[in-house]
């Protein structure tokens, strides 16, 4: 008799391609394009969005080095995207896939509906959006999806409802953009209201 | 992220069911939505609600009321240090014409808001209830700086 909320990144460790719950500890690593690097020569140059990305150990440590998660980036305008720096491709009900995404992953017991869900960063607050660093996120499988700044918590990212289950499963796309030199710092919220 | 206990409902005719009832574990469907539906079809309505969470009870009278119960669940994840803190929080809201009352609980700490009907109040506790995640996290990121130094 348990509820659980999860965040999860889809990648191969060695074992094959799965969803993987990211522990406490474990890190979402935007790096620029190119092989991994989680030291100065892979950061992100400014005004310039992630190139690669990676889960890592509190170590730094590559966790996805059989295959890493899909690397979703902002394109030419708030509708598009690329994926591992391929063309351009517009948003729609199945692109980006949702194993391309992340994934908030609920499971029930006993069985309920989701009234709410939703997803945002934050800097100093709450309220407050990070400094130095604008990260866009879009609700996979929206009929028009949007890249959309989801900083601070006005501006969080709605991902919808569901009807009763005893699983449920929120999918989102995330890229970062820094607009200032230096390492960035900042906390993901998700929420998910169940009744 | 967090163990759940059930909720009692006490209802109009003097009856009491519980979550975990089994007339409320039918067709696959929301306990909580599943007695709201049993209400209507046998004109009943809850006139209170207990729920426990963690370290606090929470009972609230319908007072002629709609009332209603749930679950909010949330993770704040430090992303330079992936260091996360999950966060459960049972409410009851009872839906007034011109507004909604909220008791929400986190297990430790227990506080009211109002809103306007409709409008969620569980997503954002008071400054004076809500957990100090900044405090929390900062904590471990020293200890994980400290074992990194060793």
């Given at each position: ?76 305008d ?10 351009e ?7 980006p ?17 989701i009234?709410a ?41 709605d ?37 | ?7 009692v ?60 119960t ?22 009851i ?14 297990g ?27 405090k ?15």
């Amino acid at each position: 008799m348990a509820n659980a909320l999860s965040l999860r990144a889809y990648y191969d460790a060695g074992a094959g391609a799965a969803w993987t719950a990211l522990e406490t500890g474990q890190k979402i690593l935007f790096q620029k394009a190119g092989a991994f690097d989680a030291g100065a020569t892979g950061a992100i140059t400014v005004g310039e969005y992630n190139g690669g990305t990676h889960i890592v150990d509190a170590s730094d440590a590559e966790l996805c080095d059989t295959a890493h998660p899909a690397n979703l980036a902002y394109s030419t305008d708030t509708t598009h995207y690329k994926k591992d720096g391929g063309v351009e491709t517009l948003m729609d009900s199945t692109h980006p896939a949702a194993t391309d995404c992340f994934n908030v992953h609920v499971t029930c017991d006993p069985t309920a509906e989701i009234t709410a869900a939703s997803v945002f960063v934050y800097g100093t607050s709450e309220a407050a959006a990070p400094s130095g660093v604008t990260v866009y996120a879009a609700k996979q499988g929206a009929a028009s999806p949007a890249w959309t700044n989801i900083g601070g918590s006005a501006a969080a990212l709605d991902l919808g409802t569901s009807a009763s289950a005893t699983t449920h499963d929120k999918y989102f796309a995330l890229c970062a953009t820094p607009t200032s030199n230096g390492s960035k710092t900042a906390t993901l919220k998700t929420s998910v209201t169940v009744v | 992220m967090s163990d759940r206990e059930p909720w009692v409902a006490h209802l109009s005719d003097g009856t009491t069911i519980s979550e975990d009832d089994p007339a409320l574990r039918v067709d696959n469907r929301s306990p909580w939505k599943t007695l709201c539906a049993l209400c209507r079809k046998t004109d009943r309505t809850v006139t209170s609600l207990e729920c426990i969470h963690g370290h606090r009870i929470l009972t609230v009278e319908a007072k002629g009321a709609a009332l209603a119960t749930g679950l909010t669940y949330a993770e704040h994840r430090r992303l330079g240090t992936g260091l996360s803190v999950p966060l459960c929080y049972r409410w009851i809201v009872r839906e007034c014409a011109d507004h909604w009352q909220w008791h929400i609980t986190d297990g430790i700490s227990v506080w009211r808001m109002e809103t306007t009907p409709g409008e969620p109040g569980y997503e954002e506790p008071p400054s004076i209830a809500r957990p100090d995640v900044d405090k929390w996290l900062a904590q471990q990121e020293e200890e994980q700086s400290q074992e990194a130094g060793e």
